[in-house]
């Protein structure tokens, strides 16, 4: 079974740009969740999606975004690009309702802002 | 508010010696508490995983000893081997919350 696939895999994006990143969840499963990983801060919680429905959503701006299809997959979605939203976005899949773990990563997408 | 505290942030061990990173919690409300392994270019990888109603759940050489009294857990690896550095996170998780991470553990085992 394939597993969880996020692409692209490196973005260079200048600042105020918006920016679309997407995952592709493992067959069969229908929550999808997004987490944002930096050397200072470790992984923080975006959000989470089930049945193309937002059931969750962590601290961060108005400026994170995502949303899912009726197959599953998802995009996130970040507008106005700041110096401080380059990080590792890590994408992961769940069978479970409600983002219950356990929790299958991607390997992320790069995106460095300049 | 850090809900998962990690320690320590960078750990440098021997060959076949044993590794240990300690995680400790506030919320009484999480209910399964596992880790996760990270290598550099990859996601992190589930590793292994414990409810609060064992104190101890074993792996392998891996092993998590698990305090509920203290809000505490831990991860011990066995015999660590050079393939085992990687990035250590534990986690925690409750039906109302979504998975919660540690600040991570740079493990690096050297022969």
């Known amino acids: 079974k394939a597993g969880v696939t996020q692409t692209p895999r490196y973005l260079i994006k200048t600042r105020g740009q918006q920016v679309t990143l997407s995952c592709s969840p493992i067959?069969?499963?229908?929550?999808v969740s997004w987490y944002q990983q930096t050397p200072g801060q470790g992984l923080q919680f975006l959000f989470e999606y089930f049945s193309e429905t937002q059931r969750n959503k962590g601290n961060f701006p108005g400026r994170f975004s995502g949303r899912q299809f009726s197959n599953s997959r998802s995009e996130m979605n970040v507008s106005t690009l700041e110096l401080g939203d380059s990080a590792l976005y890590l994408c992961?899949?769940?069978?479970?309702?409600?983002?219950?773990?356990?929790?299958?990563f991607g390997n992320g997408t790069r995106l460095t802002v300049t | 508010q850090q809900q998962v505290k990690q320690s320590p942030q960078s750990l440098i061990v021997q060959k076949g010696g044993i590794s240990i990173i300690n995680c400790a919690y506030e919320?009484?409300?999480?209910?399964?508490f596992p880790w996760y392994q990270q290598f550099p270019g990859k996601g992190p990888a589930l590793l292994i995983a414990i409810r609060p109603d064992v104190s101890e759940k074993k792996e392998g050489r891996f092993t998590i000893s698990f305090n509920k009294s203290a809000k505490q857990f831990s991860l011990h690896i066995m015999d660590s081997q050079p393939g085992d550095s990687a990035t250590y996170f534990c986690?925690?998780?409750?039906?109302?919350?979504?998975?919660?991470f540690g600040k991570g553990t740079r493990l690096s085992v050297i022969a």
């Open positions: 986690a925690a998780f409750s039906g109302n919350t979504p998975l919660v």
């Open positions: 919320n009484t409300a999480f209910d399964y």
């Open positions: 992961a899949s769940s069978s479970n309702t409600g983002g219950n773990p356990p929790l299958h």
């Open positions: 067959s069969g499963h229908r929550s």
